[in-house]
């Protein structure tokens, strides 16, 4: 039972990770949506370098059979993203509270330079050490978090809602609501859903609310900031538990702000990650 539960949290947790890395009036009329999202689409091409930080919380309650949980998941992570090198930097910091667990902080730092993925995690009473992996020559397109969210526009019904200042700036801002159907394709191609131990119900089965909403900049229209609302309801047959009784909710919330664009930015592999472990690239063929 306890193995069957924990492959379950697992692939939720896999699953919110990949759609959260992917979401009035008479002045609503004075902008046209479909015009505007062209427009940042057009902007893109010129970003060579930028910066982004993400919060997200995850909570969860609920239960197969005689297991009932509560947990909570919030993480912080900013990252350094170079697109004319093609080259990235991210600090993750995850810290989680379950029932009957004690509260755990998690920490992680990911390279990923010339074609290959540099990682350590610190976990509590585990030794910390670097790995590596070499991933295909086009895994940059499936992890460019920009580029991801303006697909999501394309992806998507546009409405324009109001402008407003955020650290200064005058933005657009925008409600996204997305084609679930083309959301959920995106997600199962994500390379890494090949690690997943156990089929993952349809995404229109289980997600009962989503609201997204972004903010691009109006004198270069980048994206400046975006919010992300989903609520998820898995009941046990969705997970392929007909013979279990109970559901899981989970409640998101991811707030990214993204700043600094096309300044310049240096990303170094750290020394210790110079002796990283190599691994099988499982998961990463295309």
Do not use: H
């Amino acid at each position: 039972m306890v193995s069957k539960m924990g492959k379950t949290l697992l692939s939720l947790l896999v699953l919110v990770t990949v759609l959260a890395c992917l979401g009035c009036g008479e002045k609503a009329a004075a902008v046209n949506a479909a015009q505007l999202v062209d427009n940042a689409l057009a902007a893109q091409v010129d970003v060579e370098s930028y910066q982004l930080d993400m919060e997200m919380t995850i909570d969860m309650d609920g239960g197969f059979g005689c297991e009932e949980m509560e947990a909570t998941m919030s993480i912080d992570a900013s990252f350094l993203i170079d697109e004319a090198n093609k080259e990235m930097e991210m600090s993750m910091t995850a810290d989680m509270e379950a029932t009957g667990e004690e509260a755990e902080t998690v920490e992680m730092k990911m390279y990923l330079i010339d074609n290959t993925v540099y990682m350590m995690m610190a976990v509590p009473d585990l030794e910390s050490m670097w790995i590596k992996q070499e991933v295909p020559a086009d895994f940059w397109e499936t992890q460019a978090t920009i580029d991801q969210q303006l697909e999501l526009l394309q992806a998507s019904r546009v409405k324009y809602l109001q402008d407003e200042k955020v650290e200064g700036v005058d933005c657009y801002v925008l409600e996204i609501t997305p084609d679930l159907a083309q959301l959920w394709q995106t997600a199962m191609q994500q390379p890494w859903m090949e690690e997943v131990p156990m089929e993952i119900p349809d995404l229109e089965d289980m997600i009962k609310k989503v609201s997204v909403k972004q903010w691009i900049a109006k004198d270069t229209l980048f994206l400046t900031k975006v919010n992300i609302q989903i609520t998820i309801l898995v009941t046990s047959e969705a997970m392929g538990m007909p013979e279990e009784e109970g559901e899981m909710r989970m409640s998101i919330v991811m707030d990214m702000s993204v700043y600094d664009y096309n300044k310049p930015i240096s990303i170094e592999l750290p020394a210790e990650a110079r002796n990283a472990i190599e691994i099988p690239s499982l998961g990463w063929s295309t």
